[in-house]
């Protein structure tokens, strides 16, 4: 019975081939365009979801918008709802001490780590390692309790201990290897020529951020 249905089934492709072409390349087309739709939005999903804290990380943000008055005085049309966020601008920039003064303020924050990506203000930065000179993007500053509350694997170093100096600087094993090879770069100088030729000692090697990830580094 089903050899038979298959057998019909070829004819009629056969007999209406320029309608059965089509039907086919649309049906293709738009399982295609759906499973890359499904793989996209659950990359979308994922990010940040490694960090073994999730449930417990907020980011912040500060508005440009206040109450500058009574706002049901303002005419509103039909489809208001629809543009009522235009006007909403947030950033993540803040003065350093917003942070600190947060978590005596408000007894529910645990922690908080401040992040400043270089390349987000100074551009690329110029980076010295054995009288050779590179030039890099993914430079960041952070509190000491960084790899404390995101759960970046630490290839070498101590979480708690590894940024407690200002002169500590942790790379990437990308970037480890870019610079020392084989080589433990534990222990290793490497001057920031953009911030006064200043020596840092490499304290740790942390595994390169996942693609899901919304920090990326190669310097901490």
Not at 51 to 66: A, G, I, P, Q, V
Not at 155 to 173: A, D, F, M, Q, R
Not at 190 to 202: A, M, R
Request: hydrophobic share 40%; charged share 25%; glycine share 4%.
């Amino acid at each position: 019975m089903l050899r038979n249905y298959i057998k019909i089934a070829w004819r009629n492709l056969l007999k209406n081939r320029t309608f059965s072409i089509i039907n086919i390349a649309g049906l293709s087309f738009s399982v295609a365009f759906c499973l890359l739709l499904f793989f996209y939005i659950r990359h979308e999903q994922s990010f940040d979801t490694f960090h073994k804290k999730k449930d417990r990380l907020f980011r912040l943000e500060m508005t440009n918008l206040w109450n500058a008055g009574d706002s049901s005085s303002k005419k509103k049309s039909l489809f208001s709802f629809l543009t009522k966020n235009d006007d909403v601008e947030n950033q993540v920039i803040f003065p350093l001490i917003v942070g600190p003064d947060m978590q005596n303020t408000f007894p529910e924050v645990k922690s908080i780590t401040r992040l400043k990506n270089t390349s987000d203000h100074f551009g690329d930065q110029l980076i010295k390692v054995n009288n050779q000179v590179y030039k890099e993007s993914r430079i960041m500053y952070a509190d000491d309790n960084f790899f404390n509350n995101f759960s970046f694997h630490l290839k070498e170093g101590n979480p708690k201990t590894v940024l407690s100096s200002p002169k500590n600087i942790v790379l990437s094993e990308s970037i480890a290897k870019k610079y020392f090879g084989k080589e433990n770069a534990v222990g290793k100088t490497i001057s920031l020529v953009s911030d006064s030729n200043k020596l840092f000692t490499v304290s740790g090697i942390a595994e390169n951020a996942p693609d899901n990830s919304s920090i990326q580094f190669d310097f901490v």
